[in-house]
T-cell receptor, first 115, second 115 residues
Framework: AQKITQTQPGMFVQEKEAVTLDCTYDTSDPSYGLFWYKQPSSGEMIFLIY??????QNATEGRYSLNFQKARKSANLVISASQLGDSAMYFC????????????FGPGTSLSVIP | DSGVTQTPKHLITATGQRVTLRCSPR?????VYWYQQSLDQGLQFLIQYYNGEERAKGNILERFSAQQFPDLHSELNLSSLELGDSALYFC??????????????FGPGTRLTVL
């Protein structure tokens, strides 16, 4: 079974608008971490934001915020005020306590920002 | 710039050959991870080393091997190469690797093309 699901293979957003990229995960472990990475067309993987399963508040990093709904097992990434440079693949990833050394990545969502 | 370096950036070789990919982790990071990213398989975890010792193994083929040296740099050796081994190979590093909060920072990747 897929541990990380990203149901939107491709998304479009108008420049300066906000966009939400969906991520749902599957785990029975009470302790886990959730990560979002950005991969622009140049290929590098850029760490964006982290959310711990026990964190009481949603994580925020600049224009990135994580809408963490633990009961629904979702960790959606919200990008505010989209910029052209936000066009990239976005990957949701999870690390469980039972396998701390292994990070599982979702299939990714391709985001295109339209001027 | 994540601080993780990988060489070479591009590698073109023939089937049956052997290649070595090199990775230097961020200063202070003890864990090194190797990933393979291909179009059909997505981002797959291969193997992890912590302070010179193998800690976790993922979907790594027997034709592939890795090691981490005393100076903490790591090498991934790919032998008897097949066309299907063509992919982007990432190295990532993290401080420790034993906690769900431990963030992995990725290098720029090595694009391997097997002809």
């Amino acid at each position: 079974a897929q541990k990380i699901t990203q149901t939107q293979p491709g998304m479009f957003v108008q420049e300066k608008e906000a966009v939400t990229l969906d991520c749902t995960y599957d785990t029975s472990d009470p302790s886990y971490g959730l990560f979002w990475y950005k991969q622009p067309s140049s290929g590098e993987m850029i760490f964006l934001i982290y959310q711990g399963s026990y964190d009481q508040q949603n994580a925020t990093e600049g224009r990135y915020s994580l809408n963490f709904q633990k009961a629904r097992k979702s960790a959606n990434l919200v990008i505010s005020a989209s910029q052209l440079g936000d066009s990239a693949m976005y990957f949701c990833a999870m690390r469980e306590k039972t396998s701390y050394d292994k990070v599982i990545f979702g299939p990714g969502t391709s985001l295109s920002v339209i001027p | 710039d994540s601080g993780v370096t990988q060489t070479p950036k591009h590698l073109i070789t023939a089937t049956g050959q052997r290649v070595t990919l090199r990775c230097s982790p961020r200063s202070g990071d003890l864990s090194v991870y190797w990933y393979q990213q291909s179009l059909d398989q997505g981002l797959q975890f291969l193997i992890q080393y912590y302070n010179g010792e193998e800690r976790a193994k993922g979907n790594i083929l027997e034709r592939f091997s890795a090691q981490q040296f005393p100076d903490l740099h790591s090498e991934l050796n790919l032998s008897s190469l097949e066309l299907g081994d063509s992919a982007l190979y990432f190295c990532a590093s993290s401080v420790e690797g034993g906690h769900s909060t431990d963030t992995q920072y990725f290098g720029p990747g090595t694009r391997l093309t097997v002809l």
